[in-house]
């Protein structure tokens, strides 16, 4: 089936650090959501994109929505200790049956011991 | 608002036990999902449906069976628990034409 790859698995923040993470395809997708998942709870949507090239922030966070639409990327800036979890990308893909995402396997994000 | 609501949220099992998931959303959304996490593997789509009384299989189906007789609720069952089936579910659910899922706070099964 199709996939989204998810880069980096892990890593680690130290307070005040910007943290970039990806998703990539080799389907052309017309939404990317980002989701971040705490420990024992659910995934909470952060950002939601709608289209190619689109730039969207929420607070210190900001999601692109690749030009290519097989990608998407997540920023965050001055991270601090609460950012700490797993986040998601997940996707439509173009033509799909609607409300059928793919999701990537997460990128963890942890505090540098 | 509750938004998305999962019971029980813990559940221990016995092989062959049968057991009901229950989801319920008060956003008045048409599409309810249920998904499976496991460690490594990601969100992996159960069923879902896209409106009262429609259920649809999703990439992992085998051993759950899913209805959806009031719009606000979607129920997962299992008839017949297998070890393999022990993992965390997740509800979701979302409006019609926007893609973006909302997520109820899980149900951490397991299957002895």
């Known amino acids: 089936g199709q996939q989204l790859n998810q880069s980096p698995q892990s890593m680690f923040i130290q307070e005040g650090e910007d943290v970039s993470m990806n998703c990539t395809s080799s389907?052309?997708?017309?939404?990317w959501l980002w989701y971040k998942q705490d420990p024992g709870e659910g995934p909470v949507l952060l950002i939601a994109?709608?289209?190619?090239?689109e730039l969207t922030s929420n607070g210190r966070l900001t999601a692109q929505f690749g030009i290519t639409r097989k990608d998407s990327f997540l920023n965050i800036s001055a991270s601090i200790p609460s950012d700490v979890g797993i986040y998601f990308c997940?996707?439509?893909?173009?033509?799909?049956?609607?409300?059928?995402?793919?999701f990537g396997k997460g990128t963890k994000l942890s505090v540098k011991p | 608002n509750a938004g998305v609501t999962q019971t029980p949220k813990f559940r221990v099992l016995k092989t062959g036990q049968s057991m009901t998931l229950l989801c319920a959303q008060d956003?008045?959304?048409?599409?309810m999902y249920w998904y499976r996490q496991d460690p490594g593997m990601g969100l992996r789509l159960i069923h879902y449906?896209?409106?009262?009384?429609?259920?649809a299989k999703g990439e992992v189906p085998d051993g759950y069976n899913v209805s959806r007789l009031k719009k606000q609720n979607f129920l997962l069952g299992l008839e017949s628990a297998a070890p393999s089936q022990t993992s965390v579910y997740f509800c979701?659910?979302?409006?019609?034409?926007?893609?973006?899922?909302?997520f109820g706070p899980g149900t951490r099964l397991t299957v002895t």
């Open positions: 449906s896209v409106g009262e009384g429609t259920t």
């Open positions: 979701a659910s979302n409006r019609r034409r926007l893609y973006e899922q909302y």
């Open positions: 994109l709608y289209k190619a090239g």
């Open positions: 997940a996707g439509q893909v173009y033509g799909g049956s609607q409300g059928n995402l793919i």
């Open positions: 956003m008045n959304h048409e599409y």
């Open positions: 389907s052309i997708f017309n939404t």
